[in-house]
């Protein structure tokens, strides 16, 4: 018992042994609050004598409930069955899965992920002789997720397999969306939405089942509670109403699920929710350099929804934080490399120790090709790596096409987009290949006039490859994988799909290519440069234990890592451009979180880069207002970043996204908002002496003033 204690600080201890009651930890990034979670929990087990079946710890991945669970393990014993430290989703299933007959459902309902989704509603689409899209998957799975947003149909669904006409709408997407859930009842599937929601039910309505549960789990445990929403705050309320032993941790500073429903009021107002509730306060920060912590507070104190929390560190002092520019995304991903390099030969760092993070998956390409240049081995968490993606792969079997004409890339284009060139055909012409010992594609150009390939787009394949074989010979790769992409109509079907993720990654195929001619010269043979893909795929296969780690900031959530490269810091990208588009303090301030949590991750060394430049939509690129916000001496510059270009952009970043430097919410005259209590309305005014917005509310026949402090003035679309 007391090694469980041992290594603490006394605060943590108090957390560790305050076991009954309701109780919250508040602190900031790298203080122990998860490690203090997993102590408490082997404390219980250990020291109380509580069975791991009768404690409740929720986090908030599968890859956090894993890491727990074998740290819980060491603590323990292994033999012991933790299959309750797991995620709001697992463990509903788990629910469900002994409960749900009430709602007559049966026992082995199966889980639709967005794939299952996805093939439910093209089938309806066939039905109805539609097509569907991505844009309009998206838009109907954004308003199921709505209708789910409460759980009225529940009810309704377990009856009939039907919404409430009235909340479903009676137009075409309503009746979609009613078809949509007759189907999920036939298959009995219940979508992520639904897991809480039924949960939430039975427990509401079926109080045998509540107490049932209550009496089961005597402990509730919640790590990153800053990002619960409303419904899984009430399914662990209703829980630990019994017992009242619920143990929280979470810091409001991390909140970055907002946009999910998260809200960090739970973590922040949790005594208005348990007045019996006490606090634990942790402010020793045993992860990161002091340099780091600085950097990491200096930049989270200019936001301005948030309980101030300074953090202290005994830990050594190391090297300062480094915010490197670059003059062009080259010039980042080599000098990134070339640091990871120096880390490894100079400082013996594993590869396991270094991470790149960065704001959205398109990012890692960059990065991607210089490491396999220098073959340095990497791991992409919770994504494809680049060259693994569909439509890259895609689009790159046209070039093969082209190159090789052989039969997998054949195989992979012929009918995408749509040529009715669907199993039997292509069956026809694999007979008839094997047959005569031809390559696919020659057997189509064979036959394509048989009556088998009638009313395909057969024809019209050929002529595209046709044309473009001709045209490799004057065009370069880049210029010749657009006329492709374009002759075979692969670009419009994915613009069609509307998934701008796709088009994002086509845009950066090419932007790739045009990097790659640049440095080797315009005329280098097409078969060449897909060779050396090949080779980067292939060598990309073989999993390594020993990689560099490389992920999202959603994916780095909670995790920690010696080496920490947070790369594209740059204006559009974080804060992004919605955000920015939006020009919401809230969201601004969310991306300000997703910032801070990034450059918590660090231990040791934390370094900022980003580049010059042209985004993808054509914006010029600047350094991020993040880096301007942190105190010029808490870190170093590194590269040619002129104080022309310094100016450029703080004015950039004043214009675009800062119309209102002065107010909380940044709204400016001729802005539409929304308020609480007096509805709509526009900014006729900033009066800036008052402090006040001077408001028509349609309503309204006078304008109002409203402090610009006013925290529920709402943005609006204009
Ligand atoms: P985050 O907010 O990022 O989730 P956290 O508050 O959960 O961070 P932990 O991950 O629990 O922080 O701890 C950060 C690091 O500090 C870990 O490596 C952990 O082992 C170490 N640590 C925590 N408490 C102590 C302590 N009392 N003494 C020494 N090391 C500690
Ligand atoms: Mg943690």
């Known amino acids: 018992m007391d090694d469980l204690l041992q290594g603490l600080n006394e605060a943590q201890q108090q957390a560790v042994t305050s076991t009954e009651g309701y109780i919250r930890v508040i602190a900031g990034a790298g203080s122990g609050k998860t490690k203090a979670l997993t102590h408490r ?43 309750f430290i797991t995620t709001y989703h697992g463990f509903c299933v788990r629910v469900l899965r002994e409960d749900i007959h009430r709602l007559f459902y049966p026992k082995n309902f199966v889980i639709l992920d967005v794939e299952d989704q996805k093939t439910i509603l093209r089938e309806i689409f066939e039905d109805l002789g539609l097509k569907l899209n991505d844009k309009i998957f998206k838009r109907l799975l954004d308003k199921i997720g709505m209708l ?142 002091p340099e780091i912590l600085s950097v990491g507070n200096s930049l989270i104190k200019h936001n301005y929804f948030r309980v101030d929390k300074e953090m202290v560190t005994d830990n050594a002092g190391g090297l300062k934080v480094i915010h490197y520019h670059g003059k062009d995304e080259q010039e980042e991903a080599a000098w990134v490399v070339d640091k990871i390099k120096e880390l490894i030969d100079k400082k013996q760092a594993s590869y396991n120790s270094i991470a790149i993070l960065y704001r959205a998956n398109y990012l890692s390409r960059f990065i991607e090709q210089t490491l396999i240049k220098e073959s340095i081995e990497y791991t992409i968490f919770g994504g494809f790596k680049f060259f693994d993606r569909m439509e890259v792969k895609d689009a790159l079997a046209h070039l093969r096409m082209v190159a090789f004409e052989d039969d997998l890339s054949f195989s992979r284009i012929i009918n995408v987009p749509k040529r009715q060139i669907g199993k039997k055909r292509m069956q026809f012409l694999r007979e008839r290949a094997e047959a005569e010992d031809l390559s696919l594609y020659d057997a189509l150009k064979k036959y394509a006039d048989h009556p088998r390939l009638h009313r395909t787009g057969a024809q019209s394949f050929i002529e595209a490859i046709e044309s473009l074989k001709v045209k490799r010979k004057t065009l370069n790769i880049s210029e010749l994988l657009q006329e492709a992409l374009q002759q075979t109509g692969y670009e419009a079907y994915i613009r069609e799909d509307g998934d701008q993720d796709r088009l994002d990654n086509l845009t950066e195929l090419l932007h790739s290519i045009v990097q790659y001619e640049q440095t080797l010269g315009e005329d280098i043979e097409l078969e060449e440069y897909l060779q050396m893909l090949t080779l980067y795929t292939e060598h990309d296969r073989e ?176």
């Not at 740290?71 to 012991?80: A, D, H, N, Y």
């Not at 137009?171 to 007759?182: E, F, H």
């Not at 209590?677 to 900014?683: A, H, L, P, T």
């Open 41 to 83: 929990y082997g404390f219980i087990v250990n020291a109380l004598g509580i069975e791991p079946s009768n404690m409740l710890c929720v986090t908030f991945t599968n890859k956090a409930a894993h890491e727990m669970r074998r740290r819980v393990k060491q603590l323990i014993g292994g033999e012991r069955d933790t299959g």
């Open 543 to 718: 999993a390594q234990a020993e990689t560099v780690k490389m992920m999202t900031i959603h994916t780095a959530k909670g995790l920690e890592f010696p080496y920490v490269f947070f790369i594209g810091m740059t204006e559009g990208i974080i804060p992004n451009v919605r955000t920015l588009r939006e020009r919401k303090e809230r969201g601004l301030e969310e991306e300000r979180r997703l910032a801070y949590v990034a450059m918590t991750r660090a231990e040791k060394e934390l370094y900022l880069t980003e580049s010059e430049g042209f985004q993808s939509g054509g914006l010029q690129k600047y350094p991020s207002r993040f880096i301007f916000e942190i105190e010029e001496a808490a870190y170093q510059r590194i590269g040619l970043l002129d104080e022309e270009l310094i100016k450029e952009a703080k004015r950039y970043i004043q214009a675009y996204a800062h119309p209102d430097q002065a107010s909380v919410n940044g709204f400016h005259k001729g802005s539409r908002v929304r308020h609480p209590v007096f509805g709509e309305g526009k900014i006729e005014s900033v009066d800036e002496k008052k402090n006040t917005y001077l408001i028509f509310f349609d309503k309204l026949k006078a304008p109002r003033p409203i402090s610009r402090n006013f925290k529920n003035l709402e943005f609006m679309d204009d």
């Open 148 to 289: 789910k947003g409460n759980t009225h149909y529940v009810q309704q669904m377990v009856q009939r397999g039907e919404m409430p006409a009235e909340e479903a709408g009676d137009d075409l997407d309503g009746r979609i969306i009613q078809m949509y859930l007759k189907k999920q009842k036939r298959v009995f599937g219940l979508d992520f939405d639904d897991l809480i929601n039924f949960t939430f039910v039975l427990f509401s309505q079926y109080s045998e089942v509540l107490e049932k549960w209550q009496d089961r789990l005597f402990y509730i445990q919640v790590d990153e509670f800053q990002d619960s929403n409303a419904k899984q705050f009430e399914l662990v309320r209703m829980l630990a109403e019994k017992h009242g032993n619920l143990f929280v941790v979470g810091d409001p500073d991390q909140t970055i699920y907002e946009w999910r429903g998260a809200d960090p009021k739970y973590i922040v107002d949790f005594q208005e929710y348990f007045p019996s509730a006490e606090t634990v306060y942790l402010n020793r920060n045993y992860r990161s350099t």
